[in-house]
Every structure is written in C-alpha cells, then in structure tokens.
C-alpha cells in the first residue's frame, strides 16, 4: 500500500524523535526500524506510535542525569571504638567515641597542609577583621537527630572544648558571640595569625546546643579561670593557690557532669551516623539530609577493630578493607602487593617516634643519663626492625627532618648536639655522673643501686613492638638492665597521660593538621606528650639567643605573623628541646598507606594530591574528604 504525504511525514518525524531521545527509547528505535523494512503493514502500526508518542512528554519529565549510581558503595577500614557495653557516644567521655569521629563530627572548615587552602564544611565563608574572626555559617544543615545546627552549637563546642580539653586558642580568644544562628564572632586579644584562624576553623564541632548547651555557661567559668591562670604562667608569676583550687573545684565536677551524659550513639552533623557497634564491627550509614548529600556515593562505613597490625594485614589478604596504614616490613609489604588491585604509597606522618622518659622519677630525671642512652643506642637500627620506609634522626630538636632546612640554617644547627650513635662517649657522660659499671656488666646510680628498667610501648603498634625488642636488646648489651613489656594500647595511653610510665616509646613533636612545628611544641610543652614525660614548661632555660621560657615561646609562636620572626621562636624551642632531650626521636613516621581499588570503591586519588596531607593526625579525615567531595564511588564489580 503506498503512504500518503501525510504517513510519510509521520514516520520521518517519529525517527527523528526517536533519535533526540537515544537510548531511553531502545524499544521505540526498534519498532521505527521494524517500520522502515516493512512499509505494507505500516498502516496498522500507526496508532500504536502514535499513542507512544504522547506518552513522550510524561516520559521526559522522569528523567534523570545522576551524577552518581543508584547504588552507593560500602567503604571499609579498621579502627578502634570504646569496647561495648561501655560505648557511649559522649565525645567528652573516655575514649570519646572511636575512629568514626571524623566521619561523624565536622568542623567549620578542613585546612589541607599540602597546598595550603581552607576546604568549607560547616561554614561557608570567613572574613578577618584584625582582631575579630567572623564566620559565616552554612544554612540548612541538621544534627542527625534533626535538630537545625546553629552558631549556638559553635560556642557550645568551644566553651567545652576550652573547659575540658584546655584548648590553647582561648589563650588568645577574649570571647564568642554569636548575632545571628549563622553568625559566629571571635573577638581575639591579638589581631588574627594565620596559624590561630587554622587553630579555631578547624575544631570539629562536637558539642550540640540542644544536648550540651546546659553546660556552656559553667564551662565559660572555668575557661576564664583558666586564662587567668595562664596568664600568670605566662608572665612568669606563681599562680595563688586560692585561685587553682576555685579552677579545680569547678572542673571537676564539670568534667563528671559532662562525662555522666550517656547517649549511646554520638550525634553529629557530619554525612554518617553510627548505626551498629559491637566488640568487633562498628557500622555507619549515610546522613540523607548531610549539606553534601548529591555528592557523596557512599553508602556505609564499616569500621573492622584494629587489634594489632598484623590482624590489619590479614584483613587486606582476604580484601576485607579498602584501606589502612598499618605499618609492615618490606616482606610483608611485597607479601601484600600480590594483590594487583591493592596499592601502595609513603606519606609524611608529620610526626615523629621517640623513646620517651618520665622526668619526674630516677634515673630519667638526670640530663646524663638521658643524654648516656641517646649515644648508646643505635636509632637506625630501631628505625630498620621498627618502620623500615622511616626516615633516621640524628638531633632531638623538635623539627621533621623533613622540614629541617626550612626552619633550622645550618648556623642554628651547629649550636646543636647531634646525637650519633657512640657508646664510647655514653659510657663517659655516666662515669662522669658518678655512675659505675659492676662485676656483672650492668650500671649502677651514683648511690650504687643496680639500674632496672621496664620500657613499654603500645601493644597494638606491631612497629613499635619490633623497635622496642631492639631497644632492649641494646640496652642490656650496653649494660643497662631492661625489659620490654608491650601494654594493651588504651590502657597504656591511659597510664601515659596520668604520668605513670617511666622509659617508653611514643610520639614526639607531631605537626599533624597544620604543618607547622608549633603544633609540635604545643603537644609536647602542653598537651598530652608534657602529661606523659612532665617537661618544665614554665621553667626558664639558657639559649644561645638569651634566656627563654618553652611555654611563653610556644604562645608567641602561635600569634606571630613575621615568618622571620617564627623561625628565630622556633630556634629557642629547638635549642632547649634538643639540649633537655625529654625524647629521643629515632625515626620520622612515613604512612604507610594502602588503598584498594576497584573492589568495593574507586576513584582514588593520586599520590600527589594534596588531600593525602590531611591523612597526619587522623587519616580518617582524608577519607572522609574523599567521599564527601565525591572522588570515592562505588566500584563496577560492586
């Protein structure tokens, strides 16, 4: 049958049509074709388009583009959390909530050490007005229990925060006033550093108004004893007694209110909320109203218990988890690699292992036996069995080895002891000490009393383990008699900060999350290294550039904008951290991170991308970067 001019334009407008809308209408393309070889029975099928073809516009509306799959990605890793039942979902409480900390608490913005840039989170914008910080808040962003985030959370963060954590930028942050609810003001007692507004952008903001809020006010009480007690310290002046009792007696209680609320799951802003935690798996699902929701293609975090690095290394054997940084062996490392999809990459830690002393307690309240075993020991051989992929240090001056040249000339450096190994000349500093070797080869005190020592480490750092064997082993063979005893990981931290340990392995001088040595000097004249080793923060010490006091340059440090006038602070800090030797740092951290691709996630950045920088001090940070900014998506064989 020949079609008329009328059919003939319908079928040539329906191909056409079919065409625009491409693969939608496989189905329909497949019946124009059908059409086209048979044009006799063309008649009959007419309608048929024809009521297809209305359909079309109904059709169009429900299409989408998604930018990400329809089914979102599991993301696995291991971690540690407080052992169930007593899990508590208190970020103030012991052991505040575990490695899902970051994917749950956020703070106003991420600060990338590697290039330098501020990444929005919970603010959007902030502007510097000499000595006051204004932050501008995101709208429309909801705690996971529904309530609206305001600028009152923020103050409530930081008047906890500054009570309870002591928190070193309220030092310099005379208060907080907050306008409007996306409105938060800093009004500072010094115009803004660039390392103070680092300081305050990123603290995640932990404390919500509605749940902590009853304690804000009673917390701002003891921040402002605090400051007073401070600035006497700072000015060299003997706190009265009067006042740290009234400090005391208002912390206390404060800490035990606050540690008291139990609500069982943490309750944050961030795009996943604790769904399950047991003893073995903690397991977190994707926050649908989080302000990065469209982005993020992740589903669920499931977080394996991080007992040791071995049972890490077993899991990446079986590709139970997409990624770690558990420290191995070369060997263990080729072992891994088998797997093709498992890669491999070193990063600064931005941190350094030590062999730590608590100076409050015989013999390692003595400058010569401190400065005896920093020549006896051989710290390549440690870094060697310990963390091969380390880098060695030969000075105890505070500064990464890696950032050595841009802070320290070589000037500075030749006013520093460089601590090589040399038993010979450990041997004279303890002779010269009134120390005396016995018949049976071991030292003995200027009083005569047989040296015996314990040196602990955490027990769930395998590296660590291997690097204190040697140590031991190097002690004993130059005469000092020593054992090794590895302790569960939370109970030795615990035992650290309360000053409990004598020689141990920790951390030393960490520039975790800025890149700057002041975050260093602050955890180790401030934080929780001056609770393990008790260094004399407020005592005043000789340097070649006059006399100086640790905490007083750690605070100028922190407000100074000169880089000139920096690097001369962190001179003096050099010079006595170095001289007073309260660590022994054996080796700079390199992460050793591996990343599985293609199995559950993809995307992954690569090793030269400047978020790997924000993996020191908490690599969980820098996943949680990756997937809320949408560079992790799921896998094609997931």
């Known amino acids: 049958m020949k079609m008329t001019k009328l059919e003939t334009g319908l079928v040539v407008a329906l191909i056409i049509l079919v065409l625009i809308f491409g693969a939608a209408f496989v189905s329909l393309s497949m019946r124009i074709s059908e059409l086209s070889a048979s044009l006799t029975n063309i008649s009959g099928k007419i309608d048929t388009l024809s009521s297809e073809v209305k359909g079309i516009p109904e059709a169009i509306k429900g299409i989408t583009h998604p930018t990400k799959p329809t089914k979102l990605a599991e993301f696995v890793i291991a971690g540690g959390w407080p052992m169930p039942p ?88 005379d208060k907080i006033e907050t ?130 690095n071995e049972v890490v290394w077993a899991y990446h054997m079986a590709r139970k988890i997409d990624a770690s940084h558990a420290a191995a062996t070369p060997d263990v490392v080729k072992q891994l690699l088998n797997d093709p999809n498992l890669h491999f990459m070193l990063t600064s830690d931005l941190s350094q292992f030590a062999i730590a002393f608590n100076t409050r307690v015989a013999p390692f309240n003595d400058i010569n036996f401190r400065k005896a075993i920093a020549y006896a020991i051989d710290r390549k051989k440690m870094r060697e069995v310990g963390n091969y992929y380390a880098m060695d240090e030969v000075y105890a001056h505070g500064v990464l080895p890696s950032m050595q040249s841009q802070w320290l000339p070589n000037d500075v450096l ?23 070797k016995g ?53 030795f931290w615990s035992r650290a900060h309360a000053g409990k340990l004598g020689m141990h392995l920790n951390w030393f001088c960490s520039w975790a999350g800025t890149g700057d040595p002041y975050t260093g000097y602050y955890d180790l004249y401030y934080g929780d290294r001056s609770k393990d080793t008790g260094v004399p923060a407020n005592k005043t010490f000789d340097t070649p550039w006059g006399k100086a006091v640790p905490s007083q340059l750690v605070d100028q440090l922190l407000i100074e904008k000169d880089p000139a006038k920096r690097k001369e602070i962190v001179w003096k800090l050099a010079y006595i951290t170095n001289e007073y030797l309260w660590e022994i740092p054996w080796a700079e951290k390199r992460i050793q991170i591996y990343y599985l691709d293609g199995v559950r996630v993809t995307g992954w950045p690569l090793p030269t991308d400047p978020v790997w920088t924000l993996c020191p001090g908490g690599i969980e940070r820098a996943y949680y970067v990756m997937i809320i900014s949408g560079m992790l998506k799921p896998a094609a064989s997931s």
């Open 439 to 491: 018949s049976d080869g071991y030292w003995r005190t200027p009083d005569g009393k047989t040296i015996n020592i314990e040196v602990t480490c955490p027990a769930g750092y395998s590296d660590w383990v291997l690097a204190l064997d040697e140590l031991v082993r190097q002690l004993n063979s130059f005469g000092i008699k020593a054992e090794s005893r590895p302790i569960p990981n939370p109970v």
């Open 86 to 173: 007593g899990y508590h979902g208190n970020p103030f409480g012991p052991g505040g909530v575990g490695s899902c900390y970051r994917f749950i608490h956020e703070p106003l913005y991420y600060y990338i050490p590697g290039n330098a840039s501020f990444l929005p989170a919970l603010a959007v914008s902030v502007e510097d007005k000499g000595k006051v910080l204004v932050v501008h808040l995101r709208k429309n962003v909801t705690w996971h229990d529904g309530k609206p985030f305001t600028s009152k959370d923020v103050k409530t963060t930081w008047a906890l925060v500054g009570a309870l954590w002591s928190n070193k930028a309220w030092r310099y942050i």
């Open 179 to 308: 306008p409007d609810d996306y409105t938060v003001n800093f009004y500072l007692t010094r115009t803004v550093s660039p390392l103070l507004k680092i300081t305050i952008l990123t603290q995640p903001i932990v404390a919500a108004d509605h749940l902590f809020g009853k304690w804000t006010d009673k917390a701002l009480n003891v921040v402002s004893l605090m400051k007073q007690i401070w600035d006497l310290q700072a000015a060299g002046k003997e706190v009265p007694k009067d006042l740290m009792d009234k400090y005391n007696n208002l912390k206390t209680p404060l800490l035990k209110e606050v540690q008291a609320f139990k609500p069982g799951k943490p309750t944050g802003t961030g795009a996943f909320m604790l769904d399950k935690v047991t003893t073995s798996v903690l397991v977190l699902k994707k926050f649908d109203n989080h302000w990065a929701t469209n982005k993020i293609m992740v589903g669920t975090v499931r977080i394996l218990r991080w007992t040791s």
């Open 414 to 436: 030749a006013k520093l002891t460089k601590y090589e190994y040399n038993p010979s000349k450990a041997e004279a500093i303890l002779k010269a000490a009134g120390y005396k």
